[in-house]
């Protein structure tokens, strides 16, 4: 036969202190409290969770399509896709601190589009590469989208001229780095030619 224990509460009407204290819901210090300081043994999400992203990518349409030149920028760089940027066109910059122009690309028609490279380059390669760019005082960084060659569209850092002064011719030895990459990625020269045509009638008419 089983031992009946005596009920301390029975016939009472108020809870002994302790028991009300167990009761009584928490005030709202101490329900931020227990937000704020998980019990012992919650599982802690990887701290691979909260790092940057290892890898980004890059679109490149000037200079920085010559493999040699993004190898001395970005060591860890690995070329990826052909990929065109559709609605802008390709243009020479004059930056208002010197009379050579420096690629970067312009909105205009819808028709219009520049071809270039995406790069696949660690984070830290990125920020170098923002100090050659001259990031944000030259060219500043931006997030746009770019088509590939499978029909695929894809968002990729892109670098654009600031501030925007005018168009200039740029320098032979600047104009053959690019072609060097447009033969490597085999890229089409037609915008290339334009936007070159654009920089000397411009350098004319001065």
């Given at each position: 036969m089983s031992r009946r224990y005596p009920n301390p509460l029975a016939g009472t009407t108020k809870l002994p202190v302790r028991a009300e204290q167990r009761l009584r819901p928490a005030t709202a210090p101490a329900q931020a409290e227990l937000r704020l300081r998980p019990?012992?043994?919650l599982y802690a999400p990887p701290v691979e969770r909260l790092r940057p992203p290892l890898t980004t990518t890059v679109f490149s349409y000037g200079s920085n399509l010559d493999p040699e030149q993004m190898a001395a920028r970005c060591p860890s760089a690995?070329?990826?896709?052909?990929?065109r940027m559709y609605g802008y066109r390709l243009a020479f910059g004059h930056r208002g601190c010197g009379r050579?122009?420096?690629a970067t690309i312009r909105g205009a028609t819808p028709g219009s589009w520049v071809p270039g490279r995406i790069w696949q380059i660690s984070a830290a390669d990125l920020l170098m590469l923002d100090l050659y760019e001259?990031?944000?005082n030259v060219y500043r960084r931006v997030r746009l989208e770019v088509a590939l060659a499978t029909g695929r569209v894809a968002e990729t850092w892109v670098y654009v001229i600031v501030?925007?002064?005018?168009v200039a011719p740029p320098d032979p030895?600047?104009?053959d780095r690019i072609i060097a990459g447009y033969k490597t990625a085999k890229l089409s020269f037609a915008p290339l030619i334009d936007a070159l045509r654009e920089a000397s009638n411009r350098e004319v008419a001065r």
């Open positions: 019990p012992a043994g690995k070329p990826g896709p052909e990929a050579s122009g420096t001259g990031v944000p501030p925007w002064v005018g030895g600047y104009v």
